[in-house]
T-cell receptor, first 116, second 116 residues
Framework: DTGVSQNPRHKITKRGQNVTFRCDPI?????LYWYRQTLGQGPEFLTY????????KSRLLSDRFSAERPKGSFSTLEIQRTEQGDSAMYLC??????????????FGPGTRLTVL | AQKITQTQPGMFVQEKEAVTLDCTYD???????LFWYKQPSSGEMIFLIY??????QNATEGRYSLNFQKARKSANLVISASQLGDSAMYFC?????????????FGTGTRLLVSP
């Protein structure tokens, strides 16, 4: 059973550049989530998709951030005009809508972004 | 607003001993789920155990058990027979089940070090 995969694993960019991350969820999972984790903190929710519909967005998701999930499969997270404060680990998770086990979210390995 | 508090920044335990990691939570929702995740230095969040607020018995998964005390709003993780590979960050998280929101809210984590 293939888990959640994310690419790239590491990204170093210069301030002001645009970056895009990709997440491939577990194949039968219809829900997909993006979180951001900075050093010494727990992950913070960014956004959530059910199939291709983006249903929740955090206030952390400024207008420089955009996420898509075309056809309800993989998802991309784009950050435009990156700032040093965007440096963080970006985690993707997926889940299968269900009443049991609270809709457990399974995480990928993350993409570590460093903005110079 | 939902909140997770983990008051132990770090814990030490000797191999083969049991250890308890503390987690308290705050929510106004009567129906919620509590989760524990392990994050090794590689960065991936690994799901360990789930407890629903209406579950009558404490959850167990192998060497992991959850000491759920609803009245005290605590959901402590107990790891029995610690192994060197248990050294990692551990995060407690919660999702409110009646609000329709899917986001997990995480605590700040506890770093566990297992010594030989």
């Amino acid at each position: 059973d293939t888990g959640v995969s994310q690419n790239p694993r590491h990204k170093i960019t210069k301030r002001g550049q645009n970056v895009t991350f990709r997440c491939d969820p577990i194949s039968e999972h219809n829900r997909l989530y993006w979180y951001r984790q900075t050093l010494g903190q727990g992950p913070e929710f960014l956004t959530y998709f059910q199939n291709e519909a983006q249903l929740e967005k955090s206030r952390l998701l400024s207008d420089r951030f955009s996420a898509e999930r075309p056809k309800g499969s993989f998802s991309t997270l784009e950050i435009q005009r990156t700032e040093q404060g965007d440096s963080a680990m970006y985690l993707c998770a997926s889940s299968l809508e269900s009443r049991g086990r609270g809709d457990t979210q399974y995480f990928g390995p993350g993409t570590r972004l460093t903005v110079l | 607003a939902q909140k997770i508090t983990q008051t132990q920044p770090g814990m030490f335990v000797q191999e083969k001993e049991a250890v308890t990691l503390d987690c308290t939570y705050d929510t106004s929702d009567q129906s919620y789920g509590l989760f524990w995740y392990k994050q090794p230095s590689s960065g991936e969040m690994i799901f360990l155990i789930y407890q629903g607020s209406y579950d009558e018995q404490n959850a167990t998964e192998g060497r992991y058990s959850l000491n759920f005390q609803k009245a005290r709003k605590s959901a402590n993780l107990v790891i029995s027979a610690s192994q060197l590979g248990d050294s990692a960050m551990y995060f407690c998280a919660m999702r409110e089940l009646n609000t329709g929101f899917q986001k997990l809210v995480f605590g700040t984590g506890t770093r566990l070090l297992v010594s030989p």
